[in-house]
């Protein structure tokens, strides 16, 4: 067999994303397995706690609590193999498209790949954003949580 360019970018895209999927698939099944954070169960409390941290506003136990793992999740190497993998993927069927094409004119089905590529490039950079908040937690002070939850439930409703 003889492959092109493409061809063998396209085997490689689809090796990487066999080795990143069962990464994504462990991550996912670690997240599965733990105790859920009360305050994952509040519609909002994920924005909120994270926009709390970000303004150096003063937070609960548990707000700091729900932030510290929310910033561990996130800054797992296995949490990056989720966008790896979907990235991989759009780059396999980008490749493919274009070895499929073998030099002729370029339709926009090749393009169709990028938006997964876009979407896991957006996810991985959210990643990092959460993942750099960790020198703000250490700095974290608390309040009271009758004043924590007020501002739990406002963010929700």
Request: glycine share 8%; with cysteine; hydrophobic share 45%.
């Amino acid at each position: 067999m003889n492959f092109g360019l493409y061809g063998c970018v396209t085997i490689l895209a689809a090796v990487l994303a066999f080795v990143f999927a069962p990464c994504a698939y462990a991550f996912v099944r670690r997240l599965e397995a733990r105790k859920n954070h009360p305050l994952g169960e509040v519609v909002g409390a994920h924005k909120a706690v994270l926009s709390k941290l970000r303004k150096r506003e003063s937070m609960s136990q548990a707000e700091v609590d729900y932030a510290a793992q929310l910033i561990s999740d996130s800054r797992s190497p296995l949490a990056y193999s989720i966008p790896a993998t979907i990235f991989t993927v759009g780059c396999f069927y980008v490749f493919g498209c274009l070895e499929q094409l073998h030099g002729g004119r370029i339709s926009a089905r090749p393009f169709i790949g990028l938006i997964p590529m876009l979407a896991s490039t957006n996810l991985a950079i959210q990643l990092r954003r959460v993942a750099r908040l960790k020198g703000r937690l250490q700095e974290a002070s608390s309040e009271g949580p009758e004043e924590s939850a007020a501002v739990i439930h406002s963010a929700s409703g």
